[in-house]
């Protein structure tokens, strides 16, 4: 046990401590310790017990005020959940895996994450791995030879902790890994997913699926996206497929930033980002609420929209041709991607609107773009067909087409370009947030059985169709009354009759 000096306690420890008597044994492990003495607050809290987790924690609920929630019952785990300012933690109560304490921490996974103080005494580590050396050295160890043949998932954890805590994966480590890789298949779709998610949400998400690339993960958990690397691209693309997906993942990062309420606009020293800001940084708050409320409670929709950037593409794989000529062509990629991408998803196991919404943003992601190469400003038609069509993910479709341009043209974007697509996607947000009632969503002039009572027809296709040309001219502004309503239905039918 080594002596550590006084440190400052997050709110949430010293209101543990308040709560659980003193004689208690209780230690503070994992994550928590390495992010306490990193000088860092964790916002969750792992605790271990020498026995009964679960009723240890449920009781512990009670006294905090939390909910309870049997995390493993195989493990005897607990984890209490706690609303506080909109915000939830969790408090997660194992029991020892081992006889001891020290058995516990010596079967856990990292160094870095095998270290426990006690509850009470705070100031005493115990560290039989020598986790506090490696966190000072910032590198991440495995806690022992046989750590991911006992875990798989470890691998991806490993990623994600090497990737968020900026430290260098130890060589053995590294080859451990590697060698482990295999055994991912044995790890259910659901750990993998959610492991995947945290990388996803991570402020450099690249940089792990960078080293999972270099670890030959990918295949086991991605595998389309291998088949991306060294596909050649036409100009304006100044890089092959994975290259430009990477990069537009790392665009989209920086946008969505840049775009954070909170971000300050003296920093944005890039053109682009500057000009985004100026253009569309008037709704700033419309698309952090739009994040807030279209978020699954594990998993935000910034990481859905991250995985929708890395398959955006992936249709180009099997879309690839080269004429004659040498000019390539991608004939129908974003519908093979949206086929590939839902595939994938229903693997992961991910929920059905998140599959339709992945899937929607990958078929339609080169809409704004398509717009934009009209050289008009999109009309109030084309606002409507395009969130007929999107609905609410053509928010996202959004800011994945402005990452999506910059990373085709990298450092050769053309200003008055760049210009014109962000008014593009000015004039959809615009349309989405400022407009609803008139351009997306107008209120019917006429219902069904107005049509049908009044032009004698019977229900059927027919009158879905009609209804559907009533609400694109009333959103093009061409019909504002229900008399005018009624003549376009009486032209447009007798269009179809001749």
Known sequence: MMQLPAYPLPPLIKRLQTAIAPHR?????????????????????????????????????RALGGAFYPLDTARDTGRIILEEDATRRYIDVAVYRGPTLED???????????????????TQLIDPTHGLRDLKAKVLRACSPHA????????????????????????????????????????????????????????????AIKTLDALGVLPYLLPELPRLHGIPQPPPHQADVWTHTLHTVEWLGRLLTALDPHYEQDHAADFALGFTMVRIGRYREHLAEHFR??????RPLQSLLSLAALYHDVGKAETFTRLPDGRIHFHGHPEVGAQRVARRARDLHLSNAETQRLSTIVRHHMRPLLLTQTGQRPSRRAVYRFFRDT???????????????????GHTLPHDFWQAHLETVRTLLEGWWEQRTAVVTPPPLLSGHDVMEQLGLRPGPLVGALLEALREAQAAG???TPNEALAFAQRWLAERET
């Open 25 to 61: 044994e209780v230690y503070l492990v994992g994550g928590t310790v390495r992010d306490m003495l990193r000088g860092r607050a964790s916002h969750d809290v792992d605790l271990v017990v020498p026995r009964a987790g679960m009723a240890f924690a449920r009781e512990l609920a």
């Open 104 to 122: 516990d921490l010596r079967a856990r996974d990292f160094t870095v994450n095998a270290m426990a103080v006690p509850l009470h005494r705070p």
């Open 148 to 207: 991911f043949a006992d875990d798989p998932l470890r691998v991806l954890r490993g990623v994600r902790l090497a990737v968020a805590l900026q430290f260098r994966i130890e060589p053995q480590t590294r080859a451990q890994m590697q060698q482990a890789v295999p055994l991912l298949e044995d790890v259910s779709p659901e750990r993998q997913r959610d492991e995947l998610f945290r990388m996803l949400a991570l402020p450099k998400p690249t940089a």
């Open 293 to 298: 409320t279209h978020s699954h409670p594990e």
């Open 391 to 409: 609905g609410d993910a053509g928010v996202d479709i959004c800011l994945l087409s402005l990452a999506d341009v910059l990373a085709t043209y």
């Open 478 to 480: 061409e019909i504002q």
